[in-house]
C-alpha cells in the first residue's frame, strides 16, 4: 500500500514528480478547499513535504511521522506539538546558502548605490535635470552579522573579499574563526557600520533588534535582514529611518509579509525584497532534492539526511 504524502507548501516540479514517484501525493497548497482535503486523506496522511504545519493541522494526521520542512528555519511548524506526538522534523540546511549569501551582498550594494532609485531615476526622466548623486562605497566599512552559521560565514566571507571588515555575535563565540566577536548584540551594532540578520527566527529571538539596537547602529548605520521579519522592531525601524536616525534597511523579510506598511514602501532610504533569499533555480531544485530524501529515508527505516528533530 502506497504511503500518502501531504505537501502544504508550494515545491518546484522536479520536487513534486519525484515524490509522486514514490508516494501517493496530495497538495493542500493548490486544493481549493483545505479543509475538505484533510477530511478526506488527513487519516491516510504519514508525511509532509513543505512547512506552515499548526498544532491544528498535526492534529487532523492522526498518522504523520515525518514534516520534511523545505528550508532551513522550522518556526512555521509547532515543533511541541510535533515532539508530543514523536514526529521526525528535518530541514533543508547548506543547500541555500550561497544563494542567500549572494542575495545579502546584492541587497547591500543595492542599499549602498541606491541602484533601485538609480533605475527609477532614470525611468522617470529625471537625469537631463542633474546628476543623480554620491552614494557610499563598502570597502573599509565594518560588517557585524547577528548569527554566525552556515549563511552567515558565507557572507562574511563575500564581505571581506569586499575589503569590509567583519564582526559578530550568536549564541557562543566561535575560537576557530578570524572575526572578532562581541558578547551582546547592542555592543555589536555600536561596533558596526552594517548590521546583517541572519540567526534563527524563534520566541527567544522575536524583537533581538531592538529601537535601542537600532539606535547604537545610528544616522549612518545600515539594517540588513535576511531572518526573519519578527527579529526585528518594525514599527521602532520605520520611525528611526523616517527620522534620519538609522541609515538605512535592506529587507527581505517583514513582520507580516506578505503585507509590508504604505510608510516604508515610501522611504528612499530602504531596498525591498519578496523574501527571496533562496528563491533561485539551482538552490529550489536542491531543497526539493533533500525534501525527497529526507522522506525516502524516513519510510526507507534508514537514517535521516538533514534531522533537526
Known amino acids: 500500500m502506497s504511503t500518502h504524502i501531504l505537501i502544504t507548501q508550494p515545491q518546484v516540479k522536479s520536487c513534486v514528480d519525484a515524490l509522486k514517484a514514490q508516494f501517493t501525493v496530495h497538495d493542500l497548497s493548490k486544493a481549493d478547499n483545505q479543509e475538505k482535503l484533510l477530511e ?3 487519516p491516510q496522511i504519514r508525511g509532509i513535504a513543505g512547512g506552515k504545519v499548526s498544532a491544528s493541522l498535526i492534529q487532523k ?6 514534516i520534511a520542512v523545505s528550508g532551513v528555519g522550522i518556526d512555521s511548524v509547532d515543533v511541541a506539538a510535533a515532539k508530543a506526538r514523536n514526529i521526525r522534523i528535518t530541514n533543508t540546511p547548506g543547500v541555500l546558502t550561497d544563494a542567500v549569501a549572494e542575495l545579502t551582498i546584492g541587497l547591500m550594494i543595492a542599499l549602498s548605490r541606491r541602484i533601485p532609485q538609480g533605475d527609477q531615476f532614470i525611468r522617470r526622466g529625471k537625469w537631463p535635470d542633474g546628476i543623480f548623486g554620491n ?5 573599509g566599512k565594518t560588517l ?9 560565514k558565507q557572507i562574511a566571507e563575500l564581505a571581506t573579499a569586499l575589503k569590509m571588515q567583519v564582526v559578530y555575535h550568536g549564541r557562543n563565540r566561535q575560537p576557530d574563526v578570524p572575526y572578532v566577536y562581541y558578547d551582546t548584540v547592542l555592543a555589536l551594532a555600536r561596533a558596526s557600520d552594517w548590521l546583517v540578520v541572519t540567526a534563527p527566527g524563534s520566541a527567544a529571538t522575536a524583537k ?3 529601537r535601542e539596537v537600532m539606535e547604537a547602529l545610528g544616522p549612518n548605520g545600515m539594517l540588513v535582514n535576511m531572518a526573519r521579519g519578527s527579529m526585528v522592531d518594525q514599527e521602532a525601524m520605520i520611525e528611526l529611518l523616517q527620522a534620519k536616525q538609522l541609515g538605512g534597511a535592506a529587507l527581505d523579510v517583514f513582520e507580516a509579509e506578505p503585507a509590508v506598511p504604505l510608510t516604508m514602501m515610501e522611504l528612499e532610504n530602504v531596498v525591498l525584497s519578496p523574501h527571496q533569499g533562496s528563491r533561485t533555480n ?12 529526507n522522506l525516502s529515508a524516513h519510510f526507507s527505516n534508514q537514517p535521516l539526511v538533514s534531522p533537526v528533530v
Open 40 to 42: 478526506e486523506v488527513g
Open 135 to 139: 552614494w557610499f562605497e563598502l570597502k
Open 208 to 210: 533581538i533588534v531592538s
Open 282 to 293: 539551482e538552490t529550489r531544485s536542491a531543497v526539493g532534492d533533500l525534501v525527497v530524501a
Open 61 to 66: 494526521l492522526p498518522k504523520l511521522e515525518i
Open 144 to 152: 557585524g552579522i547577528l548569527g554566525l552559521g552556515r549563511i552567515g
